[in-house]
C-alpha cells in the first residue's frame, strides 16, 4: 500500500493511501482528523499492519465506490496462545488461504515431529466450517517455535 499526503485548498492535511487485499487494490481518502492522529502515531508506515473503518459511497458519475476512512489503529501481531493440552488447532479461510498456505503449514510442522495431533478447521464466508485431524504422519512436539510459526493460522 501506499500513503499520499496531502494538503487542501485552505491548508489542512489529508491523506489518500492505496490499499489492497486478495482482490485487488483501491484509494481511501482520510481526512485531517483521521489522518493527521495516524501518520504522527506512526500508523501509516511503511510495514504497519492496520485496520480501519470507512464509509463507501457511490459516485454518481462513474458508478465506482469511494472510500472514505477514519478510526484508524494499529494491529500489533498476535502472540499465540499457548495452549499445553488437546491437539494444535489451525484456521484456514477459503476466502483468503491457498494451497500455498497448507504447502508452508506442510513445511512447518515437519520440522516439529511428535505425537500432538493437529487440527485444521476450514472456514467458508457462509460461515460453513470443516474441521480435519491430520494423519499421525503429521503430529508435532508442540513448542513456543512451533506455535509462533503457525501464528497466522491460530486464532484466539
Known amino acids: 500500500r501506499t500513503v499520499e499526503p496531502k494538503i487542501t485548498k485552505s491548508g ?3 491523506g489518500i493511501l492505496v490499499i ?3 482482490t485487488g487494490s483501491t484509494e481511501l481518502v482520510m481526512w485531517g482528523e483521521s489522518f493527521v492522529p495516524a501518520r504522527d ?3 501509516l508506515e511503511a510495514g504497519k499492519i492496520i485496520r480501519c473503518k470507512a464509509s463507501i459511497q457511490v459516485d454518481d458519475r462513474t458508478d465506482s465506490r469511494r472510500l472514505t476512512g477514519y478510526e484508524v489503529d ?5 502472540i499465540a496462545v499457548k495452549n499445553d493440552k488437546g491437539p494444535v488447532q489451525l484456521t484456514l479461510w477459503t476466502s483468503r488461504h491457498s494451497e500455498h498456505d497448507l504447502q508452508d503449514i506442510r ?3 515437519s520440522g516439529y515431529p511428535g505425537n500432538v495431533a493437529v487440527q485444521m478447521h476450514f472456514q467458508n464466508s457462509f460461515g460453513k466450517r470443516c474441521t480435519v485431524e491430520l ?3 503429521y503430529q508435532v512436539k508442540r513448542s513456543d517455535e512451533l506455535l509462533q ?3 497466522k493460522w491460530i486464532e484466539d
Open 12 to 14: 489542512k492535511p489529508f
Open 20 to 22: 489492497e487485499d486478495f
Open 41 to 43: 502515531k506512526g500508523f
Open 74 to 78: 494499529e494491529l500489533k501481531p498476535r
Open 107 to 109: 513445511h512447518i510442522i
Open 135 to 137: 494423519s499421525e504422519l
Open 149 to 151: 510459526a503457525l501464528d
